[in-house]
């Protein structure tokens, strides 16, 4: 089993100053509250002591576990898309939720997680003072997002287990869940919801989405019906912004007032490029046309 001493070579931070960092945690953190849509969430901000040596765990110890291809977010090389693409064409699509992931995670789950790959009780107890806040994980941190994915790894084999029995796709990004496959598939949506629920989770029931071919099958902004694309009110919308920029010249399309403009409308063709390349290149074209000021 690690000690603390083992965990101090790993972070490259000495005993003493990672024991005084988990001694005054409660105090290592600050609060903002961020607005989304309707939702109004709430920020733990780690202050600038506990922060590096969260991102010493996150970086040293939590990047550098293993994760199953099925899991797509919160890690390097996934990507919405990468998540969506495997769902293209199917004839239907079903969609979970998770509601409040990060404060549904307790600090003694996380506890377990530490002692699961090999921490000793003490190390474990400093590891999830240093990791959590509240009795759960914080959302603002740069541990948070990792620990996220190892806890959720368990439910990951269990419905991947059951989409790989029933020859359906599977895959998550973040707290989002998704099957699809065959008609047949719609069968399953109770059992996954209760392995969800069995697993310490709970779902949004109005977020529960079941999609046929014949509507418009989404995943995280991706529209999946015959290849991956942000859908047709995105690209004519975004295609008209850059059509007026050329024509009548930049400084009357902001309408939104967006600071950095030419750097965000960049920002979406890249984006448009990354899930759909043959428009994204065309939009690229016509945007290397704008006279900027």
Known sequence: ?????????????????????????????????????????????????????????????????????????????????????????????????????????????????????????????????????????????????SLGNQVLRNLNHRIGRLSRLHRLSYGNYADEIALSGRVRAVRLRGLVLRIIEQEGFTVNADKIKVRYRHERQELAGIVINRKPSLGRVHYRSLRAIIHNCVKHGPEGQNRERVPLFREHLRGRISYLHHVNPSLGKNLLREFEKIQWP
């Open 1 to 145: 089993m690690k000690t603390v001493r083992d965990l101090s070579k790993e972070l490259a931070v000495s005993v003493p100053q990672v024991r005084s960092v988990a001694d005054s945690v409660k105090n290592m953190y600050f609060f903002k509250r961020l607005k989304k849509g309707q939702k109004t969430r709430l920020l733990r901000c780690p202050k600038a002591p506990l922060a590096k040596i969260q991102r010493a765990i996150n970086a040293r110890i939590l990047s550098r576990l293993p994760l199953p291809r099925t899991m797509h977010g919160w890690r390097r090389g996934g990507s919405p898309k990468s998540y969506a693409i495997v769902h293209v064409g199917h004839q239907v699509e079903i969609n979970y939720d998770i509601r409040d992931f990060f404060p549904s995670v307790s600090a003694g789950r996380v506890f377990d997680f530490w002692q699961s790959i090999g921490y000793d009780r003490e190390t474990a107890v400093l590891l999830t003072r240093l990791t959590t806040c509240d009795n759960q994980l914080p959302l603002g941190t740069p541990t948070s997002p």
